[in-house]
């Protein structure tokens, strides 16, 4: 591609509006125009890395057995109903009418489409398994779009969708796809990590679900891993155990003590001379399922902070919000110096199975500026219900091997998750069984969002200067940049990027009337592996040209007829 006629801007400022560096390196190499917020232009180079990306993934997926179909972007709210998601997708959902007023919404996901498809097409066992996968735009009205390519509204994502007659056979398809996934992600160069994630109240108890994560400072989702078992986990679900467990288990009295003003642990255990693990930390929360309503007071250690999600998944509700202070006044609760002790109304009480039943710790009196201390659980309760519901943290060990855990930040590029029957059996899908009676499929679905990988492979891989991309999804391969005067030296550089491009490279060819640091500069910012400058007056005194190494930086003189090796030698 020649840049004279390339239409291509680059821009020196950083846009105000981006906040991590794909985002402002996209929008200063000229690879995205923001249409809207979270909605984007791809313009061409930038289209080039998706379509990249794109090609790696469908041979990724094709090699995996899978079929590639394509489906509306528009479905009709009957399916959704249909599902029983057209009341629980909220505002994330884009839903509008027709002209003849039926409901219908812009594609979140698929599940519902594509099971009409699989309903009306397979009949028999015979047929299956099957997995039907497509590349296509989905919309999400996101709370917060933000970062570009990253979390936008509208974006590209592979979405795979698995029919099975058995759990052997989900299971066997998603490990293939588990694979396939692993190679995708190894050849776009990307250090990640694939970690077992929650499953919420998708799937039935033994689904298997692991999102794919990049490992990136940007990262929004936080990881959980043990380097020396292999253990991962997505924060929301990761279970592990305390490393410091330095209760207090000498027998005590309950006592009464004023604490005048202190309702913080921090201020509590400071004032009381006490570490904070040996404090009773008391959460209200109100849980929310469809019409109804109920309250829990959830006690955690005093240092230790509630997964919100294992507690909304162990409620098995729709939602969970901090209670409201007039809910606490309901049931006497007072804020600031809640316990477990004189609650005036029947609640919910749930203990976080760190704390240790026989231990003794200091917990809120329910009275203004006062706390009780040598509270234990089983003095109090006759069976108390101890569940796991802290979030996991640095230095925490893994239950199995007691091996400490680190935390590290992750982009999710990728998530697969077995979903059972949930969707066939709320669609009424049968299939006929070798045993001639029929039986409910079970399905799997993969998702993989093409365009957040984009910004993902930025976001792992930039420096100051600009973008470094990996190879396989470099917008083109070479950057030949030309600093010329003369006509008879302009035509001898066509005929060397005619050259390059007959050896099969992917070239942009800098032929702008431009200096040399002007196109320099460029060069870096969008970052093609392999940059070739071609000098008039080097050319002419040693007939050679300078090669650079994106990534490294170095520098190499190399004569016309080793170039083209030598630019195979960088790209491989
Ligand atoms: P997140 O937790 O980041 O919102 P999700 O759990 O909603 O992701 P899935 O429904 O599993 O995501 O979608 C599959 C894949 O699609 C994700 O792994 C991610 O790569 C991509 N994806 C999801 N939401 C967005 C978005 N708003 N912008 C770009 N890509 C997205
Ligand atoms: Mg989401």
Request: hydrophobic share 35%; net charge negative.
């Amino acid at each position: 591609m020649r840049l004279s006629q390339g239409f291509w801007q680059t821009y020196k400022e950083t846009p105000a509006e981006a906040e991590i560096p794909s985002h402002q390196l996209m929008l200063r190499a000229g690879l995205i125009h923001k249409s809207a917020a979270g909605i984007y232009n791809y313009l061409p180079l930038g289209y080039r890395v998706v379509r990249k990306v794109e090609q790696i993934v469908r041979e990724e997926m094709d090699k995996a057995g899978c079929l590639e179909l394509l489906m509306t972007v528009v479905t009709p709210g009957d399916l959704w109903q249909e599902s029983g998601r057209w009341d629980v997708m909220g505002g994330e959902m884009l839903k509008f009418k027709d002209k003849a007023d039926r409901d219908l919404c812009i594609s979140p996901t698929n599940e519902e489409a594509i099971t009409d498809i699989f309903r009306k097409t397979i009949k028999s066992y015979k047929q299956l398994p099957v997995t039907l996968y497509q590349i296509n735009t989905k919309f999400r009205d996101e709370i917060r779009p933000r970062f570009g390519l990253m979390r936008g509204r509208e974006f590209t994502m592979k979405d795979a969708y698995s029919f099975h007659m058995d759990k052997a056979c989900l299971d066997k398809v998603y490990d293939d796809l588990f694979k396939a996934y692993c190679n995708v992600f190894d050849r776009l160069g990307f250090e990640y990590s694939a970690v077992e994630a929650d499953a919420g109240n998708m799937g039935s108890s033994d689904s298997k679900t692991h999102e794919f994560q990049v490992i990136a400072n940007t990262g929004e989702d936080e990881i959980i891993y043990c380097p020396e078992t292999g253990y991962a986990a997505n924060s929301e679900k990761a279970q592990t155990k305390r490393a410091n467990v330095d209760f207090d288990f000498n027998d005590q009295e309950l006592k009464e003590v004023e604490t005048k003003g202190k309702s913080t642990i921090a201020d509590v255990c400071d004032f009381l001379g006490k570490p904070q693990s040996q404090s009773i930390k008391s959460l209200v929360y109100t849980a929310i399922q469809g019409e109804e309503e109920f309250e829990v007071l959830v006690l955690l250690v005093g240092d230790d902070e509630l997964n919100e999600v294992k507690l909304k998944n162990h409620l098995g509700v729709d939602h969970i919000t901090p209670a409201t202070d007039s809910k606490l006044l309901e049931y006497g609760l007072v804020k600031g110096y809640i316990g477990p002790l004189d609650i005036k109304k029947e609640i919910m009480i749930l203990f976080d199975e760190a704390i240790d039943p026989k231990a003794y710790y200091t917990v809120g009196a329910q009275k203004e500026d006062y706390h009780l201390t040598g509270y234990q659980v089983a003095k109090e309760f006759e069976e108390a219900t101890f569940v796991d519901l802290r979030l996991a943290k640095e230095g925490d060990l893994t239950i199995e091997g007691s091996k400490p855990v680190l935390v590290k930040r992750g982009i999710e590029v990728g998530h697969i998750f077995q979903l059972g029957d949930k969707y066939t059996k709320a669609m009424g899908v049968t299939v006929l069984g070798n045993d001639g009676k029929t039986q409910t499929p079970l399905m799997g679905c993969y998702g993989l969002g093409i365009t957040r990988v984009v910004a993902a492979a930025i976001e792992q891989c930039h420096d100051d200067k600009g973008i470094i991309w990996p190879k396989e999804i470099a917008p083109y391969q070479v950057y030949f940049a030309t600093i010329a005067k003369s006509e008879e030296f302009k035509a001898q550089a066509d005929d060397v990027y005619k050259k390059l491009t007959d050896a099969g490279f992917e070239v942009i060819y800098d032929d702008r009337k431009a200096g040399a640091g002007f196109k320099f500069k460029d060069a870096d910012l969008l970052g093609l592996p392999v940059r070739v400058v071609m000098g008039e007056r080097d050319f002419k005194e040693s007939g050679e040209f300078e090669v650079v190494d994106r990534k490294t930086g170095d520098k190499q003189k190399v004569k016309i007829d080793g170039l083209v090796e030598k630019i195979k030698e960088l790209l491989a």
